[in-house]
């Protein structure tokens, strides 16, 4: 499995990308694996400021719904428009075509508390 370095990790299974105060989020590797054939991913936080942890999202596969959570606090910004067509792409692309939203992020020092590739390798066992 994929684990990029300069990325960080949730707990939930969700990476994240910070340029400036703008992240980038999207689900793992380990992740779709788990889930399988992803059909449908459904975001309708466009705008909304969430917190920590929060739902902002969820992605359905052949077999399951799972929840999406927000890592850090802040604000939605953007969904990647290519899911609406084209959902499997986080199946083929997880950290690249296949990100989920982009968000301001509230304070950007909560993403250096996350889980850097090793923590979260080690945590689904890789």
Not at 49 to 72: H, I, Q, R
């Amino acid at each position: 499995m994929n684990f990029p370095d300069n990325l960080r990790y949730t707990k939930d299974h969700e990476w994240i990308k910070l340029e400036g105060n703008i992240a980038t989020i999207g689900i793992t590797d380990f992740a779709q694996r788990e889930l399988g054939d992803i059909v449908y991913v459904e975001i309708e936080t466009v705008g909304k400021t969430l917190m920590a942890e929060a739902v902002f999202g969820t992605v359905e596969a052949v077999k399951t719904v799972s929840d999406l959570y927000l890592p850090v606090s802040g604000t939605i910004n953007e969904v990647n428009p290519a899911l609406a067509d084209a959902p499997e792409v986080v199946n083929t692309d997880p950290y690249g075509e296949g990100w989920m939203v982009k968000m301001t992020v509230s304070n950007p020092d909560d993403v250096k508390a996350l889980m850097d590739a090793a923590a979260y390798s080690e945590l689904v066992g890789a």
